[in-house]
């Protein structure tokens, strides 16, 4: 199964690392990522692959949320199916 996870807050060092190692912790394989600064603003999306996930997709999504409280970022993790129909026009 594939999801989503996005990451947006102020920029700040370390925050590909520390999502990464996370994921990669966890099991979760990153298959594509996209990032920018937009100014002082950081937006990153990833494509991962949770097949070989330690946890469900529900616990990792609330951890994922925590883990962006500990780092002052907005981090959503989503089943990719229901991220691509909230982002149908």
Known sequence: ?????????????????KVSAFLADKGVNILDISQTILQDYFAMIMLVDMSGASEELSALATQCTELGKNIGMSIHLQHEEIFNAMHRI
């Open 1 to 17: 199964m594939r999801a989503v996870v996005t990451v947006v807050g102020k920029d700040k060092t370390g925050i590909i690392a």
